[in-house]
Nanobody, 127 residues
Framework: QVQLVESGGGLVQTGGSLRLSCAAS????????LGWFRQSPGKEREFVAA???????????YYRDSVQGRFTISRGDAKIAVTLQMNSLKPEDTAIYYC?????????????????WGQGTQVTVSS
């Protein structure tokens, strides 16, 4: 059974940094796509970043505009599937961050494209 477990969240001041990790188990071959989403109280879950890899197009990385230049997504090794380095954090980045994985081609920013989800890790940025 596939499981995704996030770690690395916490409380940080504005301008600080955090590194989120997502450990994956239960799958022996590479994921097509790995992504991070976030959800704040009273808001819908939103796309943050994604990294896809396919035989015909190679590796592609995507970010939402508001985190471009501040966040970096990268694939990990066999145990840690994906990480999200978050720098220059702002109060508006406060949310629960979710790791997600997709086994086949799909829109990188669509929740429906992802087959598996972690439980989430809280990120709080104080002003």
């Amino acid at each position: 059974q596939v499981q995704l477990v996030e770690s690395g969240g916490g409380l940080v001041q504005t301008g600080g940094s955090l590194r989120l990790s997502c450990a994956a188990s239960g799958r022996t071959f590479p994921w097509y796509g790995l992504g991070w989403f976030r959800q704040s109280p009273g808001k819908e879950r939103e796309f943050v970043a994604a990294i896809n890899k396919s035989p015909w197009s190679g590796e592609s990385i995507y970010y939402r505009d508001s985190v471009q230049g501040r966040f970096t997504i990268s694939r990990g090794d066999a145990k840690i599937a994906v990480t999200l380095q978050m720098n220059s954090l702002k109060p508006e980045d406060t949310a629960i961050y979710y790791c997600a994985a997709q086994g086949d081609h799909g829109a990188y920013d669509a929740i429906s494209s992802y087959d598996y989800w972690g439980q989430g890790t809280q990120v709080t940025v104080s002003s």
